[in-house]
């Protein structure tokens, strides 16, 4: 009787696993991310998840950033999107610092700006998988 209780419970524990959607294993990624950063002093500012395909392979997002903190932009895919760019650009002449840091099956850029300002990021998907089309996380952390 035991054992079935057991294989029971690892049978529809795999089920479960095999039933997480692209966004279910995307919000985990985010999650487990969100964690890590968290540690080092960043907070949670905002999150956007998108799907792009083809057609919409690049996305734009305005974001208000004030001067004196750091910010971490963070664009991470699912397994559907090969190839994911994430660029800064001020709105105005504001002088940016920009340093690329360790990926997560995306792009991660963290900035400090020196005057607060608007700034439009681009998320551009430069290659998807066979599916065609896939989702994207943006995050904005700051500290």
Do not use: C
């Amino acid at each position: 009787m035991k054992s079935i209780a057991i294989t029971w419970t690892l049978l529809l524990g795999s089920f479960a696993v095999l039933a997480q959607t692209p966004i279910d294993k995307l919000q985990q990624t985010n999650s487990d991310y969100l964690k890590k950063m968290e540690s080092e002093g960043y907070g949670f500012r905002s999150q956007i998840i998108t799907e792009f395909n083809p057609e919409n392979a690049e996305q734009n997002v305005n974001i208000k950033l004030k001067a004196g903190h750091t910010y971490q932009l963070v664009a991470i895919s699912d397994s559907d999107v090969k190839s994911l760019d994430l660029e800064v650009k001020s709105m105005k002449t504001h002088s940016i610092k920009s340093l690329v840091v360790p990926e997560v099956s995306g792009a991660v850029k963290e900035l400090k700006t020196e005057k607060s300002g608007k700034f439009k990021i681009v998320l551009n998907v430069a290659e998807f998988s066979n599916a065609g089309q896939g989702f994207v996380s943006f995050m904005v952390l700051r500290k």
